[in-house]
């Protein structure tokens, strides 16, 4: 049987304005329960700070057959980001780095798929964060699809994907180069299909 994978993350990881209706297969939503976006940045090099964000989603469609053809999108919120600590997380929203009164959300959406093996493949998208959108490829790794038996046997698809980028490519230039340019950000995604 062919399945379809599209998955909107908003982040996560984003479609080139195409509708997943153009592909056969299902649709999912990410479980917002069970879906990660963490970031991972340089402090002073002292140690690394790790943060998330608390509020994102998103739906895919995957392709098993021709992953070619699967779409990602996905949509953080930027005020929901945590890295633990309360006063950072304040400093964070600020216009200083996520600017979240002009820029609500993060998005990513798929322009190209590119299998690297049978459980593999590249994501390239644009990514979009304090309005400025640049190219990102997200390594991925699909993990399986199958049926949920805490989830009413429903079915559920699961990978995951990592990126980096370098904040000051969207402007965000603060405390360079005492606080890390590039940010490395891990995605865990499982995915409920409709």
């Known amino acids: 049987m ?22 056969a297969g299902d649709l999912y939503d990410l479980d917002p329960e069970h879906t990660q976006a ?19 989603k998103g739906m895919l469609t995957l392709d098993e057959e021709h992953p070619e053809q699967s779409l990602v999108e ?5 005020s929901s980001i945590d890295t633990g600590v309360p006063t950072r997380d304040e400093d964070l929203r600020s216009s200083q780095f996520f600017d979240v009164a002009r820029h609500q959300t993060i998005t990513f959406r798929t322009v190209k798929v590119k299998r690297r093996g049978p459980r593999s493949a590249d994501l390239s998208g644009e990514l979009t964060l304090l309005g400025i959108s640049r190219p990102v490829t997200l390594r991925t790794t ?10 009413g046997s429903r079915m559920v698809a699961g990978f995951t994907a990592t990126t980096s980028i370098r904040r000051t490519d969207y402007g965000m230039k603060a405390f360079i180069p005492l606080i890390g340019d590039v940010v490395r950000i891990d995605i865990n995604v499982e995915a409920i299909r409709r």
């Open 38 to 56: 963490i970031f991972h940045i340089d402090h002073l090099g002292y140690s690394t700070v790790t943060g998330s964000f608390r509020q994102l």
């Open 74 to 78: 996905a949509t953080i919120e930027a």
């Open 2 to 23: 062919k399945r379809s994978f599209h998955v909107t993350v908003a982040a996560l990881f984003f479609s080139a304005g195409l509708s997943p209706l153009v592909f």
């Open 142 to 151: 699909f993990n399986q699809i199958a049926p949920d038996p805490l989830r």
